[in-house]
């Protein structure tokens, strides 16, 4: 029955030789590979605002300047990341990158930041999608869809994590459409509103419910001003995309790849700035009560609550779910990688019937289901945590780039690590601003995190080796025939279950079967010796005192009397077990055979065999 | 590691034999088994009055009548409850009772009835004591305690579960002396107060914050007075606890048990009518707010705030407390009854490492905790579900004694029969009376858990018949040897751990073992064969291919086709499996040994040994 919902909800298996990668034209890639980085522009101007207003509306202005300075750091990077799509054709991940060129430790960190990113990613881009839908339910007279905020956004998680372990194609169509339509709507939007504002001057963004404006103000000090800048940091997230994925694109594939990656971070740098630009004009302010995003109340403001609105809406709903599709390709990739090198459970290597990496698709749907739950869907609450992990890997990762220039000395390298080493000192400056700036808002556990997560790789590492070096034939001899091999049948009482117990442990081990029966009650004991003598087919019945009621205590201690005869023999204890027709009916009979097997796991010379005996109703 | 904590919470196992009856005085016999019974003194007269108060305060002066009228039944439940002991000198609770005269359905529905009635107790009994604490504590001023009502009402059940599950010895001297110090204590206040208002006249009680007394209230009409009669209802509960334990009284059993019952009614009519008619004196009304228990109320109003009143909150929280013990005692035999004729898994009829009923003690805690998560510890919004249960048994179990008496004829049956008839007819109206007026309350959800049990508890029982018919020996006939032993080795990879797997197969079917190897990558395969070559110890080497990556369907297979060689005949699959050296280490290895077993097991002439090689470090 299981299985047959497995069929339903996730298809029929697909055999390997089907696996094949789509190459991808620069259009369709820039569809596939932005929809992560371009989608934050849904958020991160509103971001930047929500710190600000804590020092009340005066000090919203600021926002200009502070979108300016991200917008270049944004070019940095991208010029920065050009150089590694060279270096890497075959796709430079942060992971592969650090541990290439700066050793496992760095790569294990970026590793640990870029999954605890990837889960944040999918959290982070869900809310924001529910954000937009339900502020266009808002505006249109549906204020109570915020309410049911947290059931929408895991219901679009279930729905993302299965369509994943289907295994959609990542196939450029599909992609295209929301990607552009939320770049042409966004763009349409910043261009009609300074071509209408530039005639008839900007109206202000009204509130149904005004927004609450704090009445003494935290001071606008640098402090605030740095904390503005780290939230708003949150719009490069994503920029490393293109970079991890160069083998898609159609040949020449680093050329082709370098350059849409800069003309995404042309799109982006224009589409954050025009936002921030129409927030400031219109005075735009986050809203606690009404929850309605920045966007949707410049969007309304501007073009009115008709179609074309609801148009601007949906594209950011859309693009923002996009957005969590793609940390679905991205975290069981990765976690192929480290379970591929033996830092990970094994199990987040292999492929399931549908050819995708499973597990790890699996996990991040619950992980970040549970970030949802836990942040009640509010991304805003969450972009603390966001970002830290990002800039983690665009430091190591960059860092590594200048090591290898220093290393490979290819020509024109001066310039390159030049380039790498300036965006490395940029982004650890804004790492240690984002760790400074948000630890207590919720880096600190981020940052917490990261070592613990270095520390399980690790110990899972030492263990797979450990393991590697004990199953290693270097050291191995054949093995002799066994000298001896003893069967025990642990009986509960006299049944038909018992006789192909019976009849296979004479099989086994023709010579040396003895039967044993743990003592609980000598009323029973007395009959089942009765009835023995006619059923038992000759083994020899062995009852054990049992004062504690145990049965394992006897029957440990009677395996080491029967090894202590024969050094070098075998024992092997058999359990005649009935097999119930229907799933349920296991709950209904002692788990013993399940205790026994367990218990004696560690028993050396010994093997556990259950007999079935199948019920037919 | 596991088991050293069990060892440390649950004590030491005791041997078998220790298992003996302590023997009981009357004294000692109406502490142990009228706690229950009594404590309920300690919620029926607050549980009348909430239902009165939602006609106005002039409407409280109801509750001496309807009082009386719940003492006068009480007094007849009682009398007829003398019979049950007469005629089950070995314990007659509502299940044996009800079955053994009106067939497996009633005792069924007695049982279930009982069983969530058990579960209530605890969690009513828990929340009253822990508000008789909370009302102490708030008189004293220290009135936030009740904010944690919950916390602690958890802590109580988890240690009365932890003193359980250790066997605590149903000692007389443990239980007599809170029993004695809440019926000295609650007398004696009844005396006191009424000497007292006698002479100087009743002082109403004093609020610190006043009850909310609703303006408009309800109509005052028959089905508001029939409401607060079944909420008083709940005076009853526990009154049929001596009738199951006549066997633990000192000889002449029943002479003994019968005239327990009888005092424990006079103590129990005398203590519930004196509360309630100083409750009348006084016009305590219960507090929603403040969340004072009506006896509190009472108690610091007679006996002013100081260690008198604090003897008789602390005296009620403990025999509240011991009340719940008692359903710690009855709940895990009666499911160790329908488990031992097989209504329920068999796991309920195992006594644990202590003698105790383990099972059972845990799945009262569970649920009962669960209930009191639920209600947030307000034992008065509980009490709606409380007593139809009771109501229900003690009209099975009466209707039960009257076929009886009908059926034996033994002598002076007519009067014992009119008394149990009357019984019958009493109990059965006001469980009609309760089951009507509680309904929407929440008495609809124990009146459709009760069949959904009973139907659980019959397929229970018809599958535990198929079972003992299908295993019974009367159709079997010896099996004759095996006709031939096929021993199948299923290999991952050659390293040291297939070495004794080798072994082991070519021990156990000497001339008829083959290994396979299900092919996902042909150039591991390719090196496999050439490395087989050298350590497969001339076994013959299978391969099988699997385009879908399953290891299962090719398995299968050729499981299949082996078997069509040889009828009669039996193949053993063998695991060669690594047992890693720490706990943890197992969730790093595929699950793929757990997979196959669960999915051959219904594989006919099948079985399948995992032979472990167990790693040092």
Known sequence: MASQIKRFLVGKPIATEQQHQERLTRTTALAVFSSDALSSVAYATEAILTVLILAGTHALGLALPIGGAIAALLAIVAFSYRQTIHAYPRGGGGYIVSRDNLGDTAGLVAAAALLIDYVLTVAVSISAGVAAITSLASTWGYPGLKHAAVEIALLCIALVTLANLRGVKESG??????????????????????????????????????????????????????????????????????????????????????????????????????????????????????????????????????????????????????AANTAFADFPRLASFLSRDRFMPRQFASRGDRLVFSNGILALGFFSALLVVIFQANEIAMLPLYAVGVFISFTLSQAGMVRRQLRMREPGWERGALISAVGTVLTAIVLVILAITKFTHGAWIVLTLIPVLVLVF??????????????????????????????????????????????????????????????????????LRV???????????????????????????????????????????????????????HLLHNQTGWLIKTALMYQKGTVVTSVPYRLER
Chains 1, 2 share one sequence.
């Open 173 to 322: 169509a599909i992609f295209a459409v929301p990607t552009y339509a939320f770049v042409v709507s966004i763009l349409g939007l910043i261009t009609f509103a300074l071509v209408k504002d530039m005639f008839y001057g900007a109206t202000p963004v009204t509130h149904p419910v005004p927004p609450p404006v704090p009445e003494v103000g935290e001071a606008l000090g640098l402090w605030l001003i740095l904390r503005a800048f780290a939230a708003g940091c949150t719009a490069l997230t994503g920029i490393e995309a293109i970079s991890d994925g160069v083998q898609a694109f159609k040949p020449p594939e680093a050329k082709n790849a370098a350059a849409t990656l800069t003309l995404m971070a042309a799109l982006l740098i224009s589409m954050f700035l025009g936002i921030t630009w129409l927030a400031h004009l219109h005075q735009a302010v986050p809203n606690e009560i009404t929850h309605e995003t920045v966007v949707s109340q410049i969007a309304r403001t501007v073009v009115g609550a008709g179609p074309a609105y609801f148009g601007i809406q949906v594209a950011t709903a859309l693009i923002l779910v996009l």
């Open 531 to 585: 009835r023995w003598r006619e059923w038992g087919c000759d083994v020899p019945l062995v009852v054990l005192e049992s004062p504690f009621r145990s049965l394992l205590r006897p029957l440990r201690s009677y395996i080491a009397e029967v090894q202590s005869h024969y050094k070098d023999g075998m024992v092997t204890v058999i359990l005649p077990e009935f097999v119930p027709a229907r799933w349920w009916e």
């Open 458 to 527: 690790q110990a899972i590492h030492q263990h797979y080796l450990r393991v590697a070096e004990q199953l290693s034939l270097s050291t191995a001899v054949k093995p002799p025939d066994l000298r001896r091999h003893t069967a025990i049948i642990l009986v509960s009482g006299i049944h038909k279950g018992v006789l192909p117990a019976l009849q296979y442990a004479r099989s086994i081990a023709p010579d040396n079967v003895t039967a044993v029966y743990v003592n609980l009650d000598p009323d029973q004991t007395e009959r």
